[in-house]
């Protein structure tokens, strides 16, 4: 499985080298690879169908338990099997929709890329590994999205993918690391077997709540669902993958994958079918009023994307056998929606209902596949679409507690659903011609993906029995944890579900005749749109970017003292909540302090406040000059007479750097305002405390003195010096002291650098 | 002595710091001063403070017998005093081109390079 991922990444950065090499061929060659990946993914069905899911595993960060690890199932497969067949038919349609281009290599680049990702999430067996895969998605969907990039809708749009799924991927991460502390295991194919200790553990919820907002917002669940349609910014071929198959069923896979360790739980069976309710409902009126044909599918995809959700929150056998019957059927019938759209923009330059029609005679090929494919979403029997709607219809019953207003729900939210699809099917090819006289049947490569997938779509309602059982069995079982035997017919009978569909199907009807005149009644209600949640993404994105500038403005100010202050201040204040909640302060015993030991230390403190006090350069260096002195004596006094030798030398010299160069300066003015002095006091005082006590808490603490010892025990017989801490400097850390010293030749060439630079005023010297 | 001494550094620091934090550039130079000066006793603290002499090996003794003053923090201390004075010298060279350049010795009217 790791190859069949790897190939795909391979292809993409192959890309654009193959259609340098091969030109109009490259297309179809690139589409081979996941063609091939399809072919051999079939052949595994077998296998799977006989309940033998195949894995493999490497390590990756073994210290963390995170592995690399792949696991075929029936779930995985169903996906991979989309993913790579869609993959391939929408491969090759882009080389046509996009033929003369030169944007064409990217885009078949990105396409790979976002493939190989997909293909390792849906196969992924680890909770790292599919986060992973997650956000490679996310990332590579952003490049498709914003393909125009010279556009700035696509740019923003792009963006704003990437943000609400970015956003909710963490959240998810967060999430499967509270479930993989809950289950003991990051194992996603383990999970199930955990679901007791996980559905009993605390961190359950937070974990539950956490993966749920990652889902949604993949999957484009109320009140996220405002990224998808501006998705629509995308081409065509990249709508249609992202769409139908793969990148917001990503949700779907997660739940469903999850759906044995957190399933069944009452805030489960809430959360996920109100927001799968909500979202089929929202999606389902919002595609009715549009009359952009892509805008319209994109909002039916939103209501479809709902309807799976609710039918996992479901949980059960029947909704099992929906949820994956329907998820077939979308990835079917919508992809080739929207590639058959993409070519009636192709062919007659615009996707407004209210500008086509009458284009079967010219477009008869798409003109087909649009329509077998419209009529699956709208349930008509004998399409698979028609199978999926019974199933649902029965699974709906089952939802706990609520099943009358879900029904009901769900029974306006599939008319509005079939009104639209009556929309999509209908307007563009019958009625009279307009103005898009020149419009003629798209290239090959244009009606071969559509076709292609309406044909499966029909086959697939007409026997389902012997083609969709294999892929959906598994696939339930998967989802549910356990074997669920799925048996379909073409013809379930005259069961109360056939009656909901026919009675839900002539509300379709009633809708459809009347969609001018509900939109001209409804267009005064079209402002309330703007209030959407897609408002309070850009308060919140205007918000971001305000708050930026403020702390911006408020700690990149390019004043040094506030620098100084908040590094100084937030230091002492982190250092000392460190230190004051660990360590209890005490004075140390004994000691005692000399009269001459005292007079010294006054002396330093007078010294330091006459620093600060000083109206002249000069009394300041003085009295810097006397505090270093003090430093000297108390080197002296405690017994360290090297130290003293060379602060009393130093501070010498120091003193008199200080008058040669400082003479000339003004008086050291009162600069700041004096309730900056307060604040920087208050900093300051805070700062010392700390200090102190840190000094008191430090020697308090044993003295820890192998290293004194060591060097007193060798000074002599191991360097033969006397003094020991000359004989460290000159001999144990001889190299310090050569750093030490070159430190002072850069000082001093530093010096002499800037004594010879003269920017102006040559006749004043230092 | 190791309380007073915990006293003065906290002092220095204190001044130190407020210094630092002042707009003159005459004052930034004198608040690193104070600085460093309480950090060589800081270091010097560490090693505990006590009268017991000198880390010097008497004549005719083979090694250094206890009590005696801890070596190390002092070699430390040592490299420390040369290091800053090195820096020092640098920064006292660079502050004055700099005023003689800007004409100014507020730091605030420094944001700019091209004065």
Same mark, same amino acid.
């Not at chain 1, 109320?222 to 990224?227: E, I, K, S």
């Not at chain 1, 998705?231 to 081409?235: G, H």
């Not at chain 2, 800007?102 to 010795?105: A, L, N, P, S, V």
């Given at each position: 499985m790791l190859t069949s991922i790897l190939l795909l990444f391979a292809a993409s950065s192959l890309a654009p080298l193959a259609h340098r090499a091969l030109g109009k061929r490259a297309g179809v060659c690139l589409a081979a690879v996941p063609a091939l990946l399809f072919a051999h993914f079939v052949g595994q069905l077998g296998s799977v169908t006989a309940g033998r899911a195949s894995a493999e595993s490497w390590d990756w960060v073994a210290g963390l338990g995170i592995r690399l690890a792949f696991h075929l199932d029936g779930l995985s497969l169903l996906f991979a099997l989309l993913v790579t067949g869609i993959g391939a038919l929408v491969l090759v349609y882009g080389a046509g929709y996009l033929? *003369? =281009?030169?944007r064409l290599p990217r885009f078949s680049a990105a396409m790979l890329f976002f493939m190989a990702a997909m293909l390792g999430l849906v196969l992924a067996d680890d909770a790292i590994a599919l986060f992973v895969f997650w956000e490679l998605t996310s990332v590579s969907s952003y490049l498709l999205i914003g393909? =125009?990039?010279?556009?700035e809708k696509a740019r923003k749009s792009a963006l704003q993918a990437l943000f609400v799924t970015g956003a909710g991927g963490l959240a998810m991460l967060a999430g499967l690391l509270l479930l993989g502390e809950a289950a003991g295991t990051l194992q996603l194919s383990a999970l199930g077997a955990e679901a007791a200790r996980i559905q009993g553990h605390s961190l359950h919820l937070p974990a539950l709540l956490l993966i749920l907002l990652g889902a949604f917002t993949k999957s484009a669940q109320?009140?996220?669902?405002?990224?998808l349609p501006g998705?629509?910014?995308?081409?065509s071929p990249v709508s249609a993958y992202l769409h139908s198959a793969t990148m917001v069923k990503a949700g779907i896979y997660l739940l469903a994958r999850l759906n044995p360790a957190l399933g069944g739980t009452d805030a489960w069976h809430y959360l996920v079918i109100l927001a799968g309710a909500t979202t089929l409902v929202t999606g389902a009126v919002l595609a009715y009023g549009q009359t952009d044909l892509k805008r319209l599918l994109a909002f039916t995809t939103v209501s479809a994307l709902g309807t799976l959700t609710l039918l996992v929150g479901i949980s059960t056998e029947h909704s099992a056998r929906a949820a994956m019957a329907f998820l077939l059927v979308h990835a079917l019938y919508k992809a080739a929606l929207f590639l058959g759209v993409g070519a009636i923009d192709h062919e007659a330059g615009t996707r407004d209902v209210r500008e086509l029609g009458g284009l079967a005679r010219a477009m008869p090929l798409t003109a087909f596949a649009v329509c077998a494919s419209a009529l699956s979403m709208a349930g008509?029997?004998?399409?698979?679409g028609y199978v999926a709607k019974e199933f649902f219809h029965e699974a709906k019953?089952?939802?706990?507690?609520a099943a009358a207003w879900v029904s009901t729900a769900s029974f306006f939210g599939s008319a509005l659903v079939a009104a639209a699809a009556g929309l999509v099917a209908w307007r563009p090819f019958f009625g009279r011609r307009r103005s898009q006289l020149s419009a003629h049947e798209a290239p090959p490569a244009l009606w071969l993906g559509p076709v292609l997938l309406a044909l499966l779509g029909v086959a697939l309602g007409l026997f389902p029995g012997s083609l969709a059982v294999p892929l959906i069995q598994p696939a339930a079982s998967a989802m549910r944890g356990e074997p669920t035997v799925v048996e379909l017919a073409p013809w379930l009978g005259l069961s109360p579900a056939l009656v909901q569909s026919l009675l839900m199907l002539a509300a379709g009807a009633v809708l459809y005749a009347v969609h001018d005149r509900a939109l001209a009644a409804l267009?005064?209600?079209? *402002?309330?749109?703007?209030? *959407?949640?897609d408002r309070g993404y850009q308060a919140l994105m205007a918000g971001l970017v305000a708050l930026a500038r403020a702390q911006t403005r408020a700690l990149q100010n390019g004043v040094l003292g506030v620098y100084l202050l908040v590094t100084i201040g937030s230091a002492v204040a982190l250092a000392g909540y460190a230190l004051f909640s660990r360590v209890a302060l005490a004075a140390p015993a004994g000691g005692g302090v000399r009269l001459g030991e005292a007079a010294v230390a006054l002396a330093m403190v007078v010294g330091a406040i006459a620093v600060i006090r000083a109206r002249t350069t000069l009394i300041g260096v003085a009295a810097l000059g006397v505090v270093g002195y003090g430093v000297a004596v108390i080197f002296l006094l405690f017994g360290g007479p090297d130290l003293a030798l060379t602060q009393f030398a130093i501070e010498t010299l120091s003193v008199l750097l200080f008058v040669l160069v400082?003479?000339?300066?003004p008086p050291m003015r009162q600069l700041s305002p004096p309730s900056e002095h307060l604040r920087d006091g208050f900093v300051a005082v805070a700062g010392g405390l700390f200090v102190t006590a840190l000094v008191l808490a430090a020697t308090a603490t044993p003295h820890a003195t192998p290293l004194r010892d060591w060097f007193a025990a060798n000074s002599l017989a191991a360097a033969?010096?006397?003094n020991v801490v000359n004989v460290i400097l000159v001999d144990f850390r001889a190299f310090d002291t050569l750093g030490e010293i070159t430190v002072l030749a850069v000082a001093a060439l530093g010096v002499a650098a800037l004594l010879r630079l003269r920017p102006e005023d040559r006749k004043e010297s230092l | 002595m190791t309380a007073l001494l915990a006293v003065v550094i906290g002092i220095l620091y204190g001044a130190g710091l407020y210094l630092v934090m002042r707009r003159s550039i005459v004052k930034l130079v004198l608040g690193l001063g104070l600085l460093t000066h309480a950090a060589n006793l800081l270091i010097f603290t560490m090693g505990r403070v006590s009268?017991?002499?000198?880390?010097i090996v008497p004549p005719g003794a083979a090694e250094l017998t206890a009590p005696y003053s801890d070596p190390v923090p002092q070699a430390l201390v040592l490299t420390a005093i040369v290091i800053s004075f090195g820096v020092q010298a640098f920064l006292l060279v660079l502050v004055k081109l700099a005023h003689r350049a800007?004409?100014?010795?507020d730091l605030d009217a420094l944001r700019s390079t091209d004065q």
């Open positions: 033929e *003369g =281009d030169p393909f =125009d990039h010279e556009q109320f009140p996220f669902h405002f990224w998705a629509m910014a995308a081409p008509l029997p004998p399409l698979f019953q089952e939802v706990p507690r267009a005064p209600l079209r *402002g309330l749109a703007k209030l *959407g949640p400082l003479r000339r300066l033969n010096g006397r | 009268r017991d002499g000198a880390p800007t004409g100014t010795d």
